[in-house]
């Protein structure tokens, strides 16, 4: 018990009712561990979830999107000849990342 990193015990007592409106917040948050949650709210007061789906989404598109661009203009730079058929596509992959930017910033206003 010495060797904790939290060797202080606070407790508290609660109803049932309160019990279960905590778990139920804890349930919103995600965390099932009290003690964190517990502490977190007697520290802070509040706890602020951020969920990053949508950037990850548009982070693994514009990952996709860049690695044909960088087939492009590998293909280019091994062969030395560019076609118009490279330049749009680049265009248009430049426009789908415009777009999914667009559209991301829509959902987030």
């Known amino acids: 018990m010495a060797d904790r990193t939290r060797p202080i015990r606070i407790e508290i007592r609660v109803t049932e009712q309160e019990r279960q409106l905590?778990?139920?917040?804890?349930?919103?948050?995600?965390?099932?561990?009290?003690?964190?949650?517990?502490?977190?709210?007697?520290?802070?007061?509040?706890?602020?979830?951020?969920?990053?789906?949508?950037?990850?989404?548009?982070?693994?598109?514009?990952?996709?999107?860049?690695?044909?661009?960088?087939?492009?203009?590998?293909?280019?730079?091994?062969?030395?000849?560019?076609?118009?058929?490279d330049i749009a596509d680049l265009k248009a992959k430049q426009n789908e990342i415009w777009e999914l930017l667009k559209q991301s910033q829509k959902n987030e206003l």
């Open 22 to 85: 905590i778990r139920h917040k804890m349930a919103q948050l995600g965390t099932k561990n009290t003690g964190a949650y517990i502490r977190k709210m007697a520290i802070d007061g509040y706890i602020i979830k951020v969920d990053y789906t949508e950037q990850k989404k548009l982070a693994a598109a514009v990952s996709r999107v860049a690695s044909n661009i960088n087939q492009i203009c590998r293909r280019i730079n091994q062969t030395g000849h560019f076609y118009d058929d």
